[in-house]
């Protein structure tokens, strides 16, 4: 067998997450539908919500009125670049397939045409120079590498993969190096963590616990998650007791380069905002999507990451109807960029999560004529520390 074969192969069982698996964990097909739709608009909820205070309050909390929602806002999902970017993605996996190469998924992001800003833009630009990745999201390459891009793009990579962490982690090595590195490509893994857990939790303490193992504990991203973790704790019903501890310790004195002056996308800082919301929100919606809102910074991207967590926890049918009526106004609309309305990224994200669980070893039975998907159970597996 050639060289050339063994790195192949070996890329391909990396990157199919062919882990050892102690066992078997089923859940109806249906229920991770209805999971992963709620994932979907999750995200699209707390983006709209969030948009209009976008980096309004920096190094304070934003206490202004904040727009009360209305269903036909969800339609403005449909220009947001947390959305359209990371359907980039899953339109590079549904023309590459789940074995998708570092310079497939580089070349795939070089060709978009949107406008990018920090670690995406410069690793877009590396990309199109000839630095492939891992080199174009390298801290040597990339000075936004800590910055929160990935951070706010690897949802699609936890509900792709519904308890598999381990095949969360394999899909954002080949899509979060492209723009970054160390604690801007934990970031991303936490985040998709959170969302793969959730199919098979509820409790959000818990997610969050199971999603920290997926990442190094030594890392500074996985300190901060864990001051606030702590600090809510200490201050259970205060959560601007918490906020003033974050900015005391990661924002006043911050140990990344992602901060200029007031203005701060460390992706660690943002991470404590999203932690804000669901450990504060306690699986309320309208408390999650407030506090990682008004914790401020980047607080359209906050609270979408946060509400699509919960989101994934709840699942699209439980979710309030004022939230899901404002969807057939929208659902011929394509997002920007995109080949995909609502629906249509649905449906690419149950394709692919198929081919993930097939390629994790999994596979589906029928049960009285109901499918249940057979999910390899996999354990959180973090990987090398880089800082």
Known sequence: MTRTLLITLAAMILLCGMVSAAGVRELPADVYMDKMKGGWLGQMIGVVYGGPTEFKAQRRIYDEEIKPWSPERIAESIGQDDIYVELSFLQALEK?????????????????????????????????????????????????????????????????????????????????????????????????????????????????????????LSSTYSACMRDVIRWHKKNPTDWRATWQLIEDKWVANPTGRCSTGDFNIDARVNGAYILMGLLYGEGD???????????????????????????????????????????????????SYTPYTFDGAVAATERIAREQIKCAGGSSKFVDGKEILLIPAQYPKAPKLEQ
């Not at 630095?131 to 949802?155: L, R, T, V, Y």
């Not at 506090?291 to 709840?314: E, F, H, K, Y």
């Open 96 to 216: 590459y397939g789940v074995d998708i190469t570092w310079e497939e998924a580089g070349k795939a992001f070089a060709e978009t045409e949107f406008k990018l800003w920090h670690a995406n833009k410069q690793g877009r630009e590396n990309v199109q120079k000839g630095i492939m990745p891992p080199a174009s999201g390298h801290k040597d390459n990339n000075p936004h590498c800590d910055d929160i891009d990935f951070q706010i793009e690897a949802d699609l990579f936890g509900l792709l993969n519904p308890g598999m962490p381990q095949s969360s982690n394999a899909l954002g090595e080949r899509f979060g190096r492209i723009m970054n590195y160390g604690d801007g490509l934990y970031a991303g893994m936490f985040v998709a963590a959170m969302y793969s857990h959730a199919f098979f939790e509820s409790d959000i303490e818990k997610i969050i616990d199971l999603s920290l193992r997926s990442i190094p």
């Open 285 to 335: 919606i309208d408390k999650t999507l407030e506090i990682s809102t008004r914790c401020g910074q980047d607080s359209d991207c906050n609270p979408s990451n946060a509400m699509g967590v919960l989101g994934t926890i709840i699942g699209f049918d439980a979710l309030p109807a004022q939230y899901k009526t404002g969807l057939p106004v929208m659902a011929d609309k394509k997002f």
